[in-house]
C-alpha cells in the first residue's frame, strides 16, 4: 500500500504541475507533507487503499474532463472490484453510452430516424468510449509502430444512416462475465423500446471488449433474450480468447497506463489484479467453466495483429496479446468463425488502424 500512496501523490503532481517531468514528478509545500503523513499511516495500521484513493475522487482538472475520465478509467482497471465493494464514488457503472451521454433504460431513445442496424462499440481494459476516438494518438506514443490511419472506427462506422452507434462504458475491474451480464440486460431493454425494425446488431469490442461481447452474447442466449435473434456479428479485436501469458507479468497494464502523463503513474502498479485482469489472462469470460455460446446465425470475425511483417508470425504478437489467442486457435476450423491477421500492427493501434476500418466496413456491408 505505500506504492498506492506514491502513485496518488505522482498523480497529483501530474495534474496540479503538469509541466514537470511525469515519472519523477512529486507534490510540493504542505501537500508534500500530507503524503508523507498518508504513508506513515499505511505503514501503522496497513490495507490503506481506501484513505489513499478517497481524495482522488476530488481530483478535477478544471477545462479538461478527457483527464479525469483517463484517470476514473485507469483507477476502475486496476482497482473497480475494489472500489464497487465500497461504493466509492469513482466505481463506473455501466452502461449503454449515445453521444457521450449515458442512456437511461427507460426514456424515449434520441435516434435520427429509425436505424435498422446497431452497432455496440466495447472498449478495453484502463480505458473508456474517448479512447476509440483518440486511439490514433495513443498508438503512436505507445506502440511507436508507424503513423497510423487518424480515422475513428466509430465515427467511420456512423457514417451511414441506417445505423446507430452506441457505446458500453463499464468498470474494467469487474469480472468480464459481471460487466457481460449488464450489457446483455441493457441490450434486451434497449430491443423493446427501438424506433422501428432492428433488423441486426454487430458488437465490436477492442481488446477485453471482445471478451466482454462473446459473454454477453452468452448469457443473453441463456436468459432468452430477444435481442440475440438479431445479433449478426461479434467482431474481437486483438481480444485474448485464450488468455495471455504477459497479463501475469503486468504487461498489459503497463501498456494501457502509458497511454498518457495522468495514467503513466498506474504502471508502478504492474503486481495489481483486478477480477477484471486476472480474467484477461486466463481469458474467462463467464463465473463457471462452461464453453461461452452465441446464439445461431451469429458469426464471431476475429481480428489479431502482429508486430511483425506479413510473412512472418511474431511469437509476441501486437506485443500483449499472441496471435493465436487472438485468433482463437483452438477452436479449429470452425465455419462460424473468420480470422484476419493484420500485420506491422500493434495492440493499441487495432483501433485505428486502415486495413482494421476496411476490414470492418466489408462485414458490416455483407
Known amino acids: ?88 464514488p469513482l466505481a463506473i457503472r455501466p452502461g449503454l453510452v449515445l453521444g457521450g451521454r449515458p442512456m437511461l433504460l427507460d426514456e424515449a431513445l434520441p435516434l435520427a430516424g429509425a436505424p435498422s442496424s446497431l452497432v455496440v462499440f466495447i472498449h478495453g481494459l484502463c480505458l473508456h468510449p474517448g479512447h476509440w476516438d483518440r486511439a490514433a494518438d495513443a498508438s503512436t506514443e505507445i506502440e511507436g509502430t508507424g503513423p497510423p490511419a487518424r480515422r475513428s472506427l466509430p465515427t467511420h462506422v456512423g457514417q451511414r444512416s441506417d445505423r446507430a452507434v452506441l457505446h458500453f462504458h463499464y468498470n474494467s475491474g469487474r469480472a468480464i462475465h459481471a460487466n457481460g451480464r449488464v450489457l446483455a440486460d441493457a441490450l434486451d431493454s434497449l430491443v423493446t423500446r427501438w424506433p422501428g425494425e432492428l433488423r441486426e446488431i454487430t458488437l465490436i469490442g477492442h481488446s477485453m471488449g471482445g471478451l466482454l461481447a462473446r459473454s454477453a452474447a452468452h448469457q443473453g442466449l441463456e436468459s432468452n433474450h430477444r435481442w440475440t435473434a438479431t445479433l449478426r456479428r461479434v467482431i474481437a479485436l486483438g481480444s485474448p480468447h485464450q488468455g495471455s501469458p504477459l497479463e501475469r507479468t503486468g504487461h498489459i497494464v503497463d501498456r494501457a497506463l502509458g497511454a498518457s502523463r495522468y495514467t503513466l503513474p498506474f504502471v508502478r502498479l504492474g503486481s495489481a489484479r483486478s477480477a477484471g485482469i486476472v480474467d484477461l489472462r486466463h481469458g474467462r469470460l463467464l463465473a463457471t467453466d462452461e464453453r461461452p455460446r452465441l446464439p445461431g446465425g451469429t458469426h464471431l470475425h476475429l481480428v489479431a495483429a502482429s508486430r511483425s511483417g506479413p510473412d512472418v508470425r511474431h511469437p509476441a ?44 466496413e466489408d462485414l458490416l456491408d455483407d
Open 1 to 88: 500500500m505505500i506504492g498506492v500512496t506514491d502513485l496518488t501523490e505522482h498523480l497529483h503532481a501530474a495534474i496540479a504541475l503538469p509541466l514537470r517531468p511525469a515519472a519523477s514528478a512529486r507534490t510540493l509545500g504542505i501537500t508534500r507533507g500530507v503524503y508523507a503523513s498518508v504513508r506513515g499511516i499505511t505503514r501503522l495500521v496497513g490495507g490503506g487503499l481506501d484513505l489513499v484513493l478517497g481524495p482522488v475522487s476530488n481530483f478535477t482538472p478544471a477545462g479538461n474532463s478527457p483527464v479525469r475520465d483517463d484517470l476514473r478509467a485507469a483507477i476502475n482497471g486496476v482497482f473497480g472490484d475494489h472500489l464497487e465493494a465500497r461504493t466509492n
Open 317 to 360: 504478437g501486437d506485443g500483449l496479446v499472441p496471435v493465436d489467442s487472438a485468433l482463437l486457435a483452438e477452436a479449429g476450423d470452425a465455419h462460424w468463425i473468420t480470422r484476419r491477421r493484420i500485420p506491422a500492427c500493434g495492440h493499441l493501434e487495432l483501433m485505428t488502424h486502415s486495413d482494421v476500418l476496411d476490414h470492418v
